[in-house]
């Protein structure tokens, strides 16, 4: 009897035991076969080209690539700062402050979270191209249409749209987390609002602007339907790598700029992520 | 005095943010509804646009559906009982398998839809139908399954469900369907409305996965900006508009009551 039932007791534990790696099984078939099969692929391919693995390093030697390269990082960078003032005054105000229609207000900053690229590119379009709003305004008022959509102000301007959403959301969650006596602290010690805001509420939030700046950087340095929108004479990364696949057919070229990308990208969040210690990752 | 002052400086800051992101879109959906943009509104008002998008592009919206569902049906499928195994076993492997199918979310997608095109891109039937298309979405989307269901697990005690259920005579497989699912669904719910909108706005992997026989909605939309007249594309990202809002209302709705718990 005793025996029976250790025996049976072993036999279920056993059983459990394969049935967990049961359930593991599929997803492990499924990453392997389109995703860690074609990434090493892509690996292959990148130091296929006629310079070999010296293809990886065209991105930083050849002159046209290198100034894209910095051309994306450049922009990229400049939406991240920009985001990061504009959500955290937004969102330190929304978070700090009840009145009537702050939801409404709330649900119209984080609504284009879900606008793929190109709709963000159409957007911005209609702000700024040629039947745009901004065009039809000024040339009404100075007799000059202003428009913009298709150059480089064009595209920062998309790129801060869909960027703004998503950091306002981390901005808005940290702010709610602060710790309020501190800062009550501060003040009845005599610091002035500024002193309060530099000294206390900013350094706190640092975690929060790692992060969420992190991701946006990273969505902008890889972001490709708002680029491919506005289209014309804009040279980012993604562009780039785009045009030398599909009208160059240079697949080695486009293999081993899309390395370099991805290794950028995945390099920012996860620095990010050992610094803020939270979970970090970009969409879109 | 100085407060008010601040006050209104921030709000209105925070009104001119939130004009830039909204006026746009009142924009694009007030033109996809005008006979004549052009002229303005005073045109008159009409759905004609909207019909000539439903002719041109109906198929786009349709294929879309398909593969947001398919691409759902498969990471439930695989995802939960993932998410399962990776939450009761733990430890290193656990990290490592969950860092992997993480990448996706990192890498851009055109690196990725580069990796499937030059890997499959010689079986000719499978690159040229939907399902190359889904097996891109799959990856791209699994993440945020995975991760929604083990933040369920991570609150609600499954060990002692399972020992419970095992303890019963359960088997590991009725314990799974029986007892660990239930459990999770607010996280399959989260999980899944994830997937099918991330689905149905994905244009980075699926421009470069498409053909001219597999056009989704945002490869549709990427095509009437190029091509054709203001008012259609208006009307087309109106449909789009109308398709996406629900989801991400629902989205909204179960953060809050997950807040609330």
Redesign the interface.
């Known amino acids: 009897m005793q025996y029976d039932a250790s025996g049976q007791g072993r036999h279920?534990i056993m059983?459990?035991r394969s049935?967990?790696?049961?359930?593991?099984l599929?997803?492990?078939v499924?990453?392997a076969a389109?995703?860690?099969?074609?990434?090493a692929?892509?690996v292959v391919?990148g130091a296929e080209g006629p310079q070999g693995m010296a293809g990886y390093l065209a991105i930083l030697t050849e002159p046209r690539y290198r100034a894209t390269l910095i051309n994306t990082v450049v922009l990229s960078a400049a939406t991240t700062i920009v985001t990061l003032v504009?959500a955290t005054?937004?969102g330190?105000?929304?978070q700090r402050?009840r009145?009537l229609g702050r939801t409404v207000?709330i649900?119209?900053?984080t609504?284009?979270?879900?606008?793929?690229?190109?709709?963000v590119?159409?957007?911005?379009?209609?702000?700024a191209g040629r039947?745009g709003?901004i065009g039809d305004l000024s040339g009404r008022m100075f007799g000059e249409k202003i428009v913009f959509a298709y150059s480089i102000y064009g595209l920062f301007l998309g790129y801060?749209?869909f960027s703004?959403?998503r950091v306002i959301l981390t901005i808005m969650a940290a702010v709610q987390k602060l710790d309020a006596g501190l800062e009550e602290a501060a003040r009845s010690l005599g610091a002035g609002?500024w002193a309060v805001q530099r000294d206390v509420v900013l350094p706190a939030l640092g975690p929060a602007f790692v992060a969420s700046g992190a991701i946006a950087f990273?969505t902008a340095?890889?972001a490709?339907?708002t680029a491919?929108?506005l289209?014309t004479n804009i040279d980012v990364l993604?562009m780039l790598?785009?045009t030398e696949?599909t009208l160059a057919a240079n697949?080695a070229t486009?293999?081993a700029l899309?390395?370099g990308?991805?290794v950028i990208?995945?390099a920012i969040?996860?620095l990010a992520r050992s610094f803020s210690g939270g979970a970090v990752?970009?969409?879109? | 005095m100085r407060d008010r002052l601040i006050f209104s400086g921030q709000l209105v800051f925070t009104l001119g943010v939130a004009a830039f992101l909204v006026v746009p879109a009142v924009l694009s959906i007030s033109a996809g509804v005008t006979v004549n943009y052009f002229r303005g509104i005073s045109s008159g008002v009409t759905l004609q646009w909207v019909f000539q998008v439903w002719d041109l592009y109906a198929d786009t919206i349709l294929l879309s559906f398909l593969i947001a569902f398919a691409a759902l049906a498969v990471t439930l499928l695989i995802g939960v009982p993932a998410a399962y195994a990776l939450h009761t076993h733990g430890g290193r492997l656990s990290r490592i398998v969950e860092e992997v199918i993480t990448l996706p979310i990192a890498i851009p997608g055109l690196a990725i839809a580069l990796a499937l095109l030059l890997t499959y891109g010689g079986f000719r039937s499978f690159r040229g139908s939907w399902l190359f298309i889904v097996a891109g979405h799959v990856i791209f989307t699994m993440p945020f399954m995975v991760r929604s269901v083990m933040a369920v697990f991570a609150t609600v005690d499954v060990r002692t469900l399972d020992e419970g259920a095992a303890s019963l005579g359960a088997s590991p497989a009725r314990r799974f369907l029986d007892v660990i699912v239930p459990n999770a669904t607010p996280g399959i719910l989260a999980g899944a409305l994830m997937v099918i909108t991330l689905s149905l706005g994905e244009f980075n992997l699926t421009w470069m996965l498409h053909t001219p026989l597999t056009k989704t909605l945002p490869i549709g939309l990427a095509d009437s900006y190029a091509s054709m007249r203001l008012e259609v594309a208006s009307a087309y990202t109106l449909i789009f508009f109308i398709m996406i809002i629900p989801l991400l209302i629902a989205m909204q709705i179960f953060a809050d009551r997950g807040q609330g718990r």
């Open positions: 279920s059983s459990h049935f967990v790696w049961f359930c593991l599929p997803l492990a499924v990453t389109f995703f860690l099969l074609p990434m692929r892509l391919v504009v005054i937004a330190m105000f929304l402050h009145f207000l649900a119209m900053l609504f284009p979270l879900a606008f793929p690229g190109v709709v590119g159409f957007m911005i379009i209609l702000l039947q709003l801060l749209y703004i959403p609002p990273a340095m890889g490709f339907g491919f929108t289209a993604p790598i785009y696949f697949f486009s293999a899309s390395i990308l991805g990208t995945w969040l996860a990752a970009a969409a879109g």
